[in-house]
Nanobody, 123 residues
Framework: QVQLVESGGGLVQAGGSLRLSCAASGFTFSSYAMSWYRQAPGKERELVATITSAGGSTNYADSVKGRFTISRDNAKNTVFLQMNSLKPEDTAVYVC????????????????WGQGTQVTVSS
């Protein structure tokens, strides 16, 4: 079955760094765009970063641009989120997402979600 398993979350002081990993299985990872979302208490779910299936293009939320880097290793079926210069407002559950699109179709054919990993940034 499809699995997305996040790891690397934890407690860090403001200004510190964390590296999140998402290990994927049960689907053709290299055919999927991968994203990290986050959800904090009282806030809407936020798209943090996206990387295309071949890794040729990335996009970031303005709030993390310049601090976070998304990358992927298709040989290892893993996507990463390097988070630097962390701020208390980065505190959230970070969730890995995989989407597959058919050519010229707007709605994803497949849309998979992990369970999430908690990131807490103290001041």
């Amino acid at each position: 079955q499809v699995q997305l398993v996040e790891s690397g979350g934890g407690l860090v002081q403001a200004g510190g760094s964390l590296r999140l990993s998402c290990a994927a299985s049960g689907f053709t990872f290299s055919s999927y765009a991968m994203s990290w979302y986050r959800q904090a208490p009282g806030k809407e779910r936020e798209l943090v970063a996206t990387i295309t299936s071949a890794g040729g293009s990335t996009n970031y939320a303005d709030s993390v641009k310049g601090r976070f880097t998304i990358s992927r290793d298709n040989a290892k079926n893993t996507v990463f989120l390097q988070m630097n210069s962390l701020k208390p407002e980065d505190t959230a559950v970070y969730v890995c997402n995989a989407k597959h699109y058919q050519l010229h179709v707007l709605e994803p054919e497949y849309d998979y979600w992990g369970q999430g990993t908690q990131v807490t940034v103290s001041s």
